[in-house]
């Protein structure tokens, strides 16, 4: 039987999604594999910031601030949204300087993002951290379940948006979905104050003056992810059938690095970059209280996880990257 229109297309339009604070490290680059996926009118980015020419000009962006209940539920209803990506944060290092707005943003505003979600049936994906562990949880490797007492308000924050999502999907049916991430590196986004923040300066300083200050000790070990595995793992998160999610947050791994590590895999590249460490107290103690390495086997049974990169495609990604960003930066 013939159909007049194209029936994939036709369901997949069913969803329409909203990514709340999109244009930090992450989101931008999320918007474009969903609307890759999805239609390039059926996802909108939000933030509380004026978005560059380049993501104005990129698809449907609408200003929102998670913690205005009433516009925000207006802008998912006015748009018929289905899905809510939630990426409104402040992260460690920012968070540990201003507790009051971090309480706000990362407390607060989940709490309007959950009943806005519950009540117009959304469902919510809300990432986590490797940063929801402290200094009692096994580190080598933390596993999905286990004692959590971080030690940051953004730990906390994030612990406490894991308990209230699952609280809310076994009470009230919220399909809601997490993914604890590591640190994520990317090229042409910029982090935006969290304790990892290093493995994405490197690059740039080694390739434009071949030197670097590290404000990490050089054996500090953490678990990270190049970009495009992180939103490839959340694209498969969302799309997953409900039924085969039997946990609702999963610890997601690629690999573990110190910074001593990354350095000597990008003086393979650029044998004479140089590293040199000024250790900030702040970012180390976080840095010691979080886990060396994630285990995710269960992301890997359940849902097919399977990380890309390791440390060495991670640096040839970053270096090339970086490079043609700088060389095109220079030809204009
Ligand atoms: N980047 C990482 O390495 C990493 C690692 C683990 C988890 N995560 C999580 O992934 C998500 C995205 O991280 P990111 O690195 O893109 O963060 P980011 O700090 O770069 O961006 C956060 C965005 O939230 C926006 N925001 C702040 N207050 C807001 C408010 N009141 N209303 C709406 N938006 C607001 C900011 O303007 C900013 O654009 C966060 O939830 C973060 O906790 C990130």
């Excluded at 990129?58 to 516009?71: A, E, Q, R, T, V």
């Excluded at 990432?127 to 490797?141: E, K, L, N, Q, V």
């Excluded at 498969?236 to 609702?248: C, D, G, K, M, N």
Aim: with cysteine; aromatic share 10%; glycine share 6%.
């Amino acid at each position: 039987m013939d159909f007049p229109f194209n029936v994939s297309l036709y369901f997949i339009s069913l969803f329409f999604f909203i990514i709340t604070g999109g244009l930090g490290q992450l989101g931008v680059g999320l918007t474009k594999l969903l609307r890759e996926q999805f239609g390039k009118n059926n996802v909108i980015l939000s933030d509380i910031r004026k978005p560059p020419n380049h993501v104005y000009h990129n698809g449907p962006f609408i200003f929102s601030d998670i913690l205005d209940f009433k516009n925000l539920e207006e802008i998912v209803v006015n748009n018929n949204i289905s899905w809510l990506v939630h990426y409104s944060a402040v992260l460690s290092a920012v968070g540990e300087s201003n507790v009051t707005l971090a309480k706000e943003v990362n407390i607060t505003g989940l709490h309007n993002i959950l009943d806005i979600a519950t009540k117009h049936a959304l469902r919510v994906f809300v990432p986590s951290t490797i940063g929801a562990f402290g200094p009692s949880s096994p580190r080598d490797p933390a596993p999905e379940l286990c004692v959590q007492r971080p030690r940051t308000i953004y730990g906390v924050a994030k612990v406490h948006a894991e308990l209230m999502g699952e609280y809310y999907h076994h009470r009230y049916g919220l399909d809601f979905r997490c993914l604890r991430y590591p640190g994520i590196i990317s090229a042409d986004s910029q982090p935006g104050g969290g304790t990892t923040d290093y493995a994405v300066q490197i690059f740039h300083a080694a390739v434009k003056s071949g030197c670097f200050e590290c404000y990490l000790r050089r054996d500090t070990r953490l678990p990270m992810m190049y970009i495009d595995d992180c939103l490839r793992a959340t694209l498969e998160i969302l799309e997953a059938p409900a039924e085969t999610l039997p946990s609702r947050t999963y610890n997601i791994s690629a690999m573990s690095f110190t910074p001593h590590d990354l350095t000597q895999e990008i003086q393979k590249v650029l044998p004479d970059f140089q590293v040199t460490y000024n250790v900030d107290p702040v970012r180390q103690a976080i840095a010691d209280s979080w886990p060396m390495a994630l285990e995710d086997s269960a992301a890997r049974r359940d849902w097919g996880w399977k990380h890309e990169y390791d440390l060495s495609e991670l640096v040839q990604a970053m270096l090339t990257h970086v490079t043609t960003g700088n060389q095109l930066v220079q030809a204009n």
